[in-house]
C-alpha cells in the first residue's frame, strides 16, 4: 500500500520568513495531493491540494510543488504569519483506491512574532 | 452549509465499556470516510462508505469496530468491547461523488476517544 513520509516534524520560524515541508510517497499510481493544517482543537481542514497532471500550484501566500519522477511533494508558505502556527498534514491518494487518504506524520508549525 | 459535524466531541470510558461515535456528513456527500489518528502518530483511514455501502473497509482495526450508515445519511462507529491502545481522536470525513480525478474530503472536529 501506499507510505508517506513528512519532513521535518516540527519547524520554527520567524513571522515573514517562508517555511517548507517536504512530504515523499511511495505509490507512483498516486493522482491526488493534498494539504491540511489543523489547528488545536478543530479538524484537519484542505489548504491547498494539487493532481499529478500539475507541477505547481498557487494560492496567495501558500504553493504546491510536485515532482512525480521523484514521488516527492512539498508546500511552501511565504510571509508566514503567527497564524499560521499549526500542525500541517500531506497526504497522497488515487481514484483507483477509492481516493483513500494516506498522510504523512505531520508537522507542528510555530511563527514565532 | 453546515459541514461534517460529530459526537461526542469527547469521551472518557473504561476498558470493556462501549462507544459509538457519530457523524453527519454534508448534506448531499455520498461518500463518508472514518479516520483514526492515535497518539503522536499519523492520521490513518479506517473505512470508507459510498452512501450505505461499505467500499473499503481495509483500515479497520478488528471486529472489536463496527461502522454502520443507515439510510446513507449520518454513520456511527461503535468500538465493543474498548481496549487502552484505541484511544486517539477519530475523524470523519466527507465529499461529493464526481467524475474528477478526486474529491475533496471535508473534515469533521474529531471525537477525542480516551479509553482508561
Redesign the interface.
Known amino acids: 500500500g501506499e507510505n508517506?513520509e513528512?519532513h521535518p516534524s516540527t519547524l520554527s520560524v520567524q513571522e515573514g520568513d517562508s517555511a517548507v515541508i517536504k512530504c515523499t510517497y511511495s505509490d507512483s499510481a498516486s493522482?491526488?495531493f493534498?494539504w491540511?493544517k489543523q489547528e488545536l482543537?478543530?479538524?484537519?481542514?484542505?489548504i491547498i491540494?494539487i493532481?499529478?497532471n500539475v507541477g505547481e500550484k498557487k494560492d496567495q501566500r501558500i504553493a504546491v510543488t510536485l515532482n512525480k519522477t521523484a514521488k516527492h511533494f512539498s508546500l511552501h508558505i511565504t510571509e508566514t504569519q503567527p497564524e499560521d502556527s499549526a500542525v500541517y498534514?500531506c497526504a497522497a491518494?488515487r481514484?483507483a483506491?477509492?481516493?483513500?487518504?494516506?498522510?504523512?506524520?505531520?508537522t507542528r508549525v510555530l511563527v514565532k512574532p | 452549509e453546515a459541514g461534517v459535524t460529530q459526537f461526542p466531541s469527547h469521551s472518557v470510558i473504561e476498558k470493556g465499556q462501549t462507544v459509538t461515535l457519530r457523524c453527519d456528513p454534508i448534506s448531499g456527500h455520498d461518500n463518508l470516510y472514518w479516520y483514526r489518528r492515535v497518539m503522536g502518530k499519523e492520521i490513518k483511514f479506517l473505512l470508507h462508505f459510498v452512501k450505505e455501502s461499505k467500499q473499503d473497509e481495509s483500515g479497520m482495526p478488528n471486529n472489536r469496530f463496527l461502522a454502520e450508515r443507515t439510510g446513507g445519511t449520518y454513520s456511527t462507529l461503535k468500538v465493543q468491547p474498548a481496549e487502552l491502545e484505541d484511544s486517539g481522536v477519530y475523524f470523519c470525513a466527507s465529499s461529493q461523488v464526481t467524475s474528477t480525478w478526486a474529491e475533496t474530503q471535508y473534515f469533521g472536529p474529531g471525537t477525542r476517544l480516551l479509553v482508561l
Open positions: 508517506v513528512q493522482n491526488y493534498p491540511y482543537g478543530k479538524g484537519p481542514q484542505l491540494d493532481r499529478s498534514f491518494s481514484r483506491a477509492g481516493n483513500k487518504l494516506t498522510f504523512g506524520g505531520g
